[in-house]
């Protein structure tokens, strides 16, 4: 086996080719009217990232789920909050999540709601009593039997 020098490590894949840092723009309006982006501060990307790794961390969100986390549930189900976004634009736009809304709504719940008003209204006011319920349905607790020894 041959060692590797310092010199020789292979770059990794993941290592940023851009620095973390990244100006922080408004726009701003001169006294002609004129809009104009302008920097007024800078803003760690990384450091942005990390604020968000424990809501978007899978094996987390399914514990949660898994232990009726009334909180992380209602969180799970407004819109715009989790799904497959490889096809959505860079930037999220109301209308975009309305249209993910309805699609779900055609895909599984369109014979469960007279319209897709109805789902659109439950789906989006949904309370903490509506989904312990809708866990209860789903997931029904098992009542425990005692087991009574038997001499034989």
Aim: a negative charge; charged letters at 35%; glycine letters at 4%.
């Amino acid at each position: 086996m041959e060692k590797i020098s310092n010199q020789e490590k292979p770059k990794r894949f993941y290592e940023p080719i851009s620095s973390g840092i990244v100006p922080v723009t408004e726009w701003q309006v001169d006294e002609k009217g004129h809009h104009h982006l302008v920097k007024i501060g800078e803003k760690n990307r990384d450091d942005e990232i990390q604020l968000f790794k424990n809501m978007t961390d899978i094996k987390i969100l399914v514990d949660r789920l898994n232990n009726g986390d009334i909180a992380t549930i209602k969180q799970l189900s407004q819109p715009g909050i989790y799904g497959d976004v490889n096809d959505y634009p860079e930037e999220y736009h109301p209308v975009a999540g309305a249209m993910a809304l309805h699609q779900l709504y055609e895909n599984k719940y369109a014979d469960k709601f007279e319209t897709y008003e109805a789902f659109e209204k439950f789906y989006t006011n949904l309370t903490d009593a509506m989904v312990q319920k809708m866990l209860d349905e789903k997931f029904p607790k098992e009542e425990k039997k005692e087991e009574v020894a038997t001499n034989e």
